[in-house]
């Protein structure tokens, strides 16, 4: 049994605390700065729930890219080296040098990297993922026939 809590999950208390207990006390100017700090520890307590896993996706996903590229290259070995940084640099050069210029590989290139981009989303602005309901007005003129 572990006696000491999570980061997130201490985290997640401190908002708690923060949004039922501070931001209720906080004069009304100051209410934004209560609600801005509310988010940060948010993204902070996702940080640390769904960071590792996220970067060690995008590591996956950037060498899956570039052994597509260069499966017996220098582009390889640096891919193989784990180091993200890396990762994100020989695919930068990859892209500038044109190795997913051609429709396959771009497509592949652009679906890869909107994963890794949906997943770092999820942690800094998951309600962006969301799709939004359609306006009232559309569904109305959508349900009315012609």
Known sequence: MKDIPEAADLLATARESLLADLLPALPKERRYDGLMIANVIAIAARELRLGGAAAQ????????????????????????SA?????????????RAGRFDDSARAALAAAELLRTLAERVAIS????????PPAPDTVARRATPR
């Open 83 to 95: 180091d993200l940084a890396a990762l994100r640099r020989a695919v930068c050069t990859a892209i």
């Open 57 to 80: 996706n995008e590591a996956a996903r950037l060498a899956f890219l570039l052994d597509e590229i260069a499966p017996s290259s220098a582009a390889r070995t640096e891919a193989h």
């Open 125 to 132: 602005n998951p309600k962006a993922l969301r799709p939004e």
